[in-house]
């Protein structure tokens, strides 16, 4: 446990000692703020709709950061030579793996508090309201949804060989089933065979991270809280995705030669 | 004398990438024994299989037959690796830390007690004369000063053997005037150190014995001045036992 904290503590310390990382978050926060501060009729069409794109842009903004900070970690320890003394010390590679997803998701985790504080004072600044517990449902499920993609960023990092070809899967995939992938039952219906039991296993199999990012209608709309039990079973759900995203990580990268 | 490092009739083939072609033999029947408290050198001509030695006793590489062991463990368990100090051929360090974070992220994996990290922190940047950048960023180094970073890692958790793989390389005489000491003094505290070079002189003065593998084959092992008293020098000796030929007459 030791190890995997010393670990995590590498990864959170190499992110904010980038320029990138700040250069996304100003940029998101920036570009929130003129939107905020454009006051057309001040009605409360036009906030929901600043409010929707606002969390949108983090959406996509934590994305970019959890995918691009995930698929570097394990290629750059081999590329920059870190891994072979890294490796001399008594870790398992298990240990390794699991260092390095619990450093990029509590540095995910940390961006997304800043992100929704800063976030919960634009709106509060536009409708003097602070809905503390619907924004920490939104959160926490949106972190937990980043761990999802973390792991599963981390498994391709280890299959395929560019960082850069990596991101761009994890990318895509993670839109389409941000889009879709609610659909996908529905779309399944309209088929006919075999193509149907084709989409219904993959709607079956692909880890659903769209409810975490349906969400946000609960701040956008100012709906009444989601009952706790269904918070707790889709928390539950992720986690199980990723552990099986990290024990499949594990696996692939035990077999893998170090250099 | 205890035997704290050890391989038998180690084989390793790199599969090759092309289709149907033989694998790469990298070494074949590799036999060494390394006792407690010896300096032991490991030379060969570039491509002899040395480095590969080195990774399969971390690890890094699984041998195709054959076993090695460390301190009698399998080399396969990290818990080998306890009580050992590697020193990579080509080193980098995490860029964005400073010397004095790397040392204490290696020190946290070994698991070391925070009073005892510090202290043994400070006595490396010291002995490796690196106190004064100890918190600028590694990106900052110059090649000599990664390289005794690299020398401080391999020391931090007071490793009863030490491996080192070309520890001298891209150093100025003067510092590897300092490695050689900081491997006498090592061999004075009743350490282990195993490692290859290419540095025969350097090799002369500091080791007991020495193995001379070609080709991923052993080719001679022994004390340093028996193979020096049979040959006019050790590098006379070395060309010979890898055959090489003078190509001018
Ligand atoms: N990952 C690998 N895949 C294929 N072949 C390899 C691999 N690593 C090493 N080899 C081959 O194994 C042989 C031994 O290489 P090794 O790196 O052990 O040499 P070395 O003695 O350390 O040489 P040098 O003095 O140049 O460092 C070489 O012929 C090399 O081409
Ligand atoms: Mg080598």
Redesign the pocket.
């Known amino acids: 446990m030791r190890t995997i904290f010393a670990l995590a503590g590498v990864v959170i310390k190499e992110l904010y000692r980038r320029k990138d990382f700040y250069v996304l978050f100003i940029l998101t926060i920036v570009i929130c703020v003129i939107m905020a501060s454009v006051n057309i009729f001040n009605d409360n069409q036009i906030v929901r709709y600043l409010k929707e794109l606002c969390l949108l842009l983090i959406w996509i903004s934590s994305l970019v950061i959890a995918i691009t900070t995930t698929a570097r970690q394990i290629p750059a320890e081999r590329e920059q030579r870190t891994l072979l003394p890294l490796l001399a010390k008594p870790l398992t590679r298990t240990q390794l793996i699991l260092g390095k997803f619990l450093g990029c998701w509590l540095a995910c985790g940390l961006v997304l508090i800043c992100f929704y504080v800063f976030f919960g004072a634009l709106a509060a600044s536009r409708e003097h309201a602070w809905p503390l517990l619907s924004y920490f449902q939104a959160a926490i499920l949106h972190w937990m949804a980043l761990g999802v993609v973390i792991a599963m960023t981390l498994l391709g990092s280890l299959v395929f060989a560019a960082p850069s070809s990596n991101s761009t899967i994890c990318f895509v995939l993670v839109a389409t089933i941000l889009c879709v992938g609610r659909y996908l039952d529905a779309v399944a219906l309209t088929l006919g065979e075999p193509l149907r039991s084709v989409i219904y296993a993959f709607y079956y199999a692909i880890p659903h991270v769209e409810i975490p990012f349906e969400m946000r209608n609960l701040i956008v709309h100012d709906w009444p809280l989601i009952g706790w039990k269904f918070i707790g079973l889709d928390i539950l759900y992720l986690l199980a995705y990723m552990a099986i995203f990290l024990v499949a990580a594990c696996l692939v990268f035990r077999r893998k ?1 170090v ?1 | 004398m205890s035997v704290i490092l050890k391989t038998d009739k180690l084989r390793v083939e ?1 599969k ?1 990438r092309e289709f149907r072609q033989s694998p ?1 033999v ?1 070494l074949s029947g590799l036999d060494l024994e390394v006792g407690t408290g010896e300096v032991f050198g490991f030379l ?10 080195i ?1 399969v006793l971390l690890g890094f590489v699984q041998p195709t037959s054959g076993a090695a062991a460390l301190f009698g463990i399998d080399v396969r368990q990290p818990i080998a690796r306890q009580r050992i100090g590697y020193l990579p ?1 080509m080193t980098y360090y995490y860029k964005f830390l400073s010397a004095e974070e790397l040392l204490r992220f290696y020190a946290k994996i070994f698991g070391l007690p925070r009073n005892e990290t510090d202290k043994r922190i400070a006595q490396l940047l010291k002995l490796v004369e690196l106190e004064h950048a100890s918190k600028r960023q590694i990106k900052t180094y110059s090649k000599g000063m990664q390289q005794r970073v690299g020398l401080a890692q391999a020391l931090i958790n007071n490793p009863d053997l030490l491996v080192l ?2 520890p001298t390389s891209g150093l100025d005489p003067v510092g590897r005037m300092k490695v050689r000491e900081i491997i006498q003094r090592l061999k004075n505290e009743g350490k282990t150190v195993f490692f ?1 070079s ?1 540095e025969l002189g350097e090799v002369e003065t500091v080791c007991d014995r020495v193995a001379i593998i070609s080709e ?1 084959e052993l080719k001679a092992i022994g004390r340093v001045s028996e193979i020096v008293a049979q040959h006019p020098s050790l590098e006379k000796a070395f060309l010979e036992v890898i055959g090489y030929k003078p190509q001018l007459a």
């Open positions: 030669p250099n | 790199f090759s790469k990298a060969g001509p570039n491509g002899a299989g040395k480095t590969t030695t990774n051929e793989d070309e290859a290419h991923g």
